[in-house]
T-cell receptor, first 115, second 109 residues
């Protein structure tokens, strides 16, 4: 089975800190995604990547950046954390959309609190 | 922007009953998917239905798709306490999946 591993389950940071969230997948998937999940808002796409060193903005990229130096590793960076970035962050991976398996495999999530 | 709207937002039923959740979307899709999320965890893929399909089954799950109404439904038959979770539909357009806000399902023993 595909495994998507997020580096932390819970994280507490201070306003203004630089925050790194890491996600590793072990199935050689081309696509990787970062979502945030907030009550009443569902899942919103922050950034995604179709290949190494490639990145595309999702629906809410402001205040975030990403890095994909290796195929298996996709990092989400909060340049200067703010309280409105307190959220559950979910990483996911998938095969290319032109393949037969278009489903997403999710990590367990990182609950980030910014104080 | 979010396409999926799910109905109801919350559903509470007795164990053994059937649970039906509905999803509507706004634009043309290639496929529609349903995911399940246990409290505080990541999402798990349940089933995918393509735009040229009308109904699909997987175990106790039955999904229907009506592209003329831009809607889908997920039926869970003979519910169990372990089915308690949030269920999300996700519509796949040209590029990315767009998720609905989810239905919180509670199965009472």
């Amino acid at each position: 089975d595909v495994k998507v591993t997020q580096s932390s389950r819970y994280l507490v940071k201070r306003t203004g800190e630089k925050v790194f969230l890491e996600c590793v997948q072990d199935m050689d998937h081309e696509n990787m995604f970062w979502y945030r999940q907030d009550p009443g808002l569902g899942l919103r796409l922050i950034y995604f990547s179709y290949d190494v060193k490639m990145k595309e903005k999702g629906d809410i990229p402001e205040g975030y950046s990403v890095s994909r130096e290796k195929k298996e590793l996709f990092s989400l960076i909060l340049e200067s954390a703010s309280t409105n970035q307190t959220s559950m962050y979910l990483c996911a991976s998938s095969l290319p959309s032109w393949g037969t398996n278009e489903k997403l495999f999710f990590g367990s999530g990182t609950q980030l609190s910014v104080l | 922007s979010q396409q999926g709207e799910e109905d109801p937002q919350a559903l509470s039923i007795q164990e053994g009953e059937n649970a039906t959740m509905n999803c509507s979307y706004k634009t043309s899709i290639n496929n529609l998917q349903w995911y399940r999320q246990n409290s505080g965890r990541g999402l798990v893929h349940l089933i995918l239905i393509r735009s040229n399909e009308r109904e699909k089954h997987s175990g106790r799950l039955r999904v229907t798709l009506d592209t003329s109404k831009k809607s889908s439904s997920l039926l869970i038959t003979a519910s169990r306490a372990a089915d308690t979770a949030s269920y999300f539909c996700a519509s796949k357009g040209a590029q990315k999946l767009v998720f609905g806000q989810g239905t919180r399902l509670t199965i009472n023993p």
